[in-house]
C-alpha cells in the first residue's frame, strides 16, 4: 500500500465506518509520515469527543425574533415598497394588451364593423401561388398576357410553333 492509497482510507478508518485492513497496519509500521497523520488525527477524533457544545442563553430565541422584526419593518419603510405590488399589477395587465394586440395581427374593429355581410361575400379568397388553386387563380387572372407568348405554343414534336 502507498501513501496516497492510506490517506484516501484514513478519514473512514479513524472515524470507525471501516475496520483497519491489515495493509493500513503494515504501511504504519513502515512510514513514520504516515504514522504522525494517523497518530494527529487520533488526537483531534479524542478532542472532538471531549468538546461540548455550549447552550444557549435562553434570551436568545427572544433576541433573534426582535432583530428579524426590525429588519422587516426596515424593509418596509423603504419608499418604493408601496410601489412594488401595484407595479406587478400594470406590468401583467400591460404584458396582457401587448399580447392581445400581437394576437390580433394589426385588425382595426373598424374595418370588419363597416364591411357589409355582401361585401364579405364578394371577396375573392386568393391562395398562395405554388397550389393548384393559386395557380389557376394566377392563370385566370393573366390569361391575355400569357395567350400573347409564341413561345409558349409547343407542337407535337417538342419544337416551338411560329405564326
Not at 478508518?13 to 504522525?36: F, I, T, Y
Not at 418596509?76 to 401595484?86: D, E, H, M, V, Y
Not at 399580447?99 to 355581410?117: D, M, N, S
Amino acid at each position: 500500500m502507498n501513501c496516497t492509497d492510506f490517506r484516501e482510507q484514513l478519514p473512514d478508518v479513524a472515524s470507525g465506518a471501516m475496520e483497519a485492513p491489515p495493509e493500513v497496519e503494515e504501511h504504519l509500521a513502515n512510514c513514520s509520515d504516515c504514522a504522525g497523520a494517523w497518530k494527529a488525527l487520533q488526537q483531534t477524533m479524542a478532542l472532538l469527543d471531549e468538546w461540548q457544545t455550549p447552550e444557549p442563553s435562553p434570551f436568545f430565541d427572544v433576541r433573534i425574533q426582535a432583530l428579524l422584526r426590525e429588519e422587516r419593518e426596515k424593509r418596509s419603510a423603504n419608499w418604493f415598497a408601496w410601489l412594488r405590488k401595484p407595479a406587478f399589477g400594470i406590468a401583467a395587465t400591460l404584458v396582457l394588451a401587448a399580447g392581445v394586440g400581437l394576437f390580433e395581427g394589426g385588425r382595426t374593429p373598424t374595418e370588419t364593423a363597416t364591411k357589409q355581410p355582401a361585401e364579405i361575400q364578394q371577396q375573392k379568397v386568393v391562395a398562395k401561388t405554388g397550389t393548384a388553386v393559386g395557380d389557376l387563380q394566377y392563370l385566370d387572372k393573366h390569361m391575355d398576357l400569357l395567350q400573347g407568348f409564341d413561345a409558349l405554343d409547343v407542337a407535337d414534336d417538342d419544337t416551338p410553333q411560329s405564326n
